[in-house]
Every structure is written in C-alpha cells, then in structure tokens.
C-alpha cells in the first residue's frame, strides 16, 4: 500500500486547512487509517484516525472540537479537515495505515504502523 498526503501549506492562526490522504491499496473494514504529526525537534505524536469500516474515530485532546477526520471509500482517500488552526499546530503530517486495529489502539501503536505517507507540511503563522 502507498499513501499519498497532500494539503498542505501556509496558514495564519484561526484559519483552516484539508489535508488528503490517497492510497493505492484496498481497505479492509478492519483497517484503521490515520493522521499522525512531527513538529520540529519534537517526536512523532497521534492526531486523529478513522475505521474504514464502521467510521469509529478517535482525536487526540489538542484537536478535539477543531480537527475532523473522515474518508471516500469510493476514492479511496482519507481527510483530516483542520479548523481553528494555532501556532502550535505547526508540523509534518503524515497518514498511515494500521490492518486490524481500531483507531484508538492505532493512536498508541506508533512503532507498529503497517504503511506510512510521506508527509505534507503545515504550517500556522501567529
């Protein structure tokens, strides 16, 4: 499976972004897709994932309420929609691909994830 991330760019605080995900496997409903982010000098950390099959999602504190994850499954493209942006949302993200988890146990299994993206870089001005 690739994963192709696409989206982003160059932001003020308060304003918003989507970032796309395109892959070029199949999903199974088992499968769990995700966003994960790096900021600079700091470790890659959990933002928010989706179950292909039954849409379960699971966000990490800091984006409750501002980011939305979702996904096309005739597409076969994932989206994180990014409101209310702040500084401190400045970072590589990156989709990725867990088979068989849910999204909350995929936002605790960042050394086991099945497939990475490249990553697309946000960037959120004061």
């Known amino acids: 499976v690739q994963l192709q991330a696409s989206g982003g760019g160059l932001v003020q605080a308060g304003g918003s972004l989507r970032l796309s995900c395109v892959a070029s496997g199949r999903a199974f409903s088992s499968t769990s897709r995700g966003w994960f982010r790096q900021a600079p000098g700091k470790e890659r950390e959990f933002v928010a994932a989706?179950?292909?099959?039954?849409?379960?999602?699971h966000y990490a504190d800091s984006v409750k309420g501002r980011f939305t994850i979702s996904r096309d499954s005739a597409k076969n493209t994932m989206y994180l929609q990014m409101n209310s942006l702040k500084p401190e949302d400045t970072a590589v993200y990156y989709c990725?691909?867990?088979?068989?988890?849910?999204?909350?146990?995929?936002?605790?299994?960042?050394?086991?994830?099945?497939?990475w993206g490249q990553g697309t870089l946000v960037t959120v001005s004061s």
């Open positions: 990725a691909e867990k088979r068989g988890s849910s999204p909350r146990a995929m936002s605790m299994m960042l050394k086991d994830i099945d497939y």
């Open positions: 989706v179950n292909w099959g039954d849409l379960r999602t």
